[in-house]
């Protein structure tokens, strides 16, 4: 823990003190200054990060047909299966541990910890009891310009930033904006399974968020929708809007009406009548054709013995 405090815990209080100081004793304005600077400094391995996922997406749409044509082959022989679909993945360069890959996985691991750093910083920030006050001394630097603005008023706009949004506005800004970041990353995809779990998940992160914003001091809440706002502009570049406006082809959209299977076009009735009226009309030629053979055949039978 001491190890942790000392990495993250004071250098987030310190600095974080030293921005409101500069920001005219805004506690606010500094925590959104520091979310972009901690942005700033993990832009690489975000960019990373995001170039990585869209390459793997890429490349699983890319392999798709073979993977579904291996699962019709091997459908009663699994370890078959299993052993020529990571051959696939091999070949294409896809790592079957997905999100639990570099950078993925290092990029969650650093954000974790800042997180809690930050939800500490802004209670002892904001000290209203004398153990607040006590961890407040013992993690500051002896650095005028974040010594120099305390103490530090915690009032920015309607929010008390040491405790929780009593108008629940954070909460739905938090769950909006992480539901835009996740639907601009997830591509569309033709597989009714995969769509699914993309389509859970574009709504249980988001709301889980929101969740946890409610129970959190509301300066956390700030920092987490100016990080989803910077995060939009950085997959902007990256993706584009990527699936947020994305939408399924006429197709696509008939197959999942038909639970799967393509809708048959319906014949235009008009041409289905025309056609029908067309095949049943006779020309006056074959009227009389018809007549004289009849009346050939009549003369026949009249023929006396």
């Not at 921005?19 to 925590?31: A, K």
């Not at 950078?103 to 809690?116: F, N, R």
Request: net charge positive.
């Amino acid at each position: 823990m001491a190890v942790l405090n000392i990495i993250f815990l004071q250098p987030i209080l310190n600095f974080l003190l030293a921005l409101t100081n500069v920001l005219f004793g805004n506690f606010g304005l500094g925590v959104i200054a520091l979310t972009i600077i901690v942005r700033l400094v993990l832009m690489p391995l975000t960019l990373m990060q995001l170039r990585s996922s869209k390459k793997t997406t890429e490349a699983m749409n890319a392999i798709k047909p073979k993977i579904d044509a291996l699962k019709k082959k091997y459908a009663k022989n699994p370890q078959k299966l299993n052993q020529e679909t990571m051959k696939l993945y091999k070949e294409a360069g896809i790592s079957p541990l997905g999100c639990l890959s570099s950078p993925m996985l290092l990029s969650t691991v650093i954000q974790l910890p800042i997180y809690i750093a930050l939800y500490r910083a802004i209670i002892q920030a904001l000290a209203v009891t004398p153990q607040d006050f006590m961890g407040l001394s013992q993690n500051l630097y002896s650095w005028g310009l974040a010594t120099e603005g305390l103490p530090v008023s915690g009032r920015f706009l309607w929010l008390n930033l040491g405790s929780a949004d009593p108008f629940f506005v954070l909460p739905i800004l938090v769950g909006v904006t992480q539901w835009i970041t996740q639907k601009m990353i997830v591509q569309p995809t033709s597989d009714p399974q995969q769509q699914s779990m993309n389509n859970m998940m574009q709504i249980m992160m988001p709301l889980m968020m929101a969740f946890i914003t409610m129970t959190l001091p509301s300066g956390l809440g700030l920092y987490f929708v100016v990080s989803s706002l910077i995060m939009m502009v950085i997959q902007y570049f990256v993706y584009g809007w990527g699936g947020l406006f994305a939408k399924k082809a006429p197709a696509a959209e008939a197959a999942a009406k038909q639970g799967g299977k393509p809708q048959k076009e319906k014949p235009d009735a008009k041409k289905a009548a025309g056609t029908a009226a067309a095949g049943s009309s006779t020309s006056p030629s074959m009227i009389d054709g018809l007549l004289t053979r009849f009346r050939r055949k009549e003369g026949v039978k009249k023929k006396p013995d």
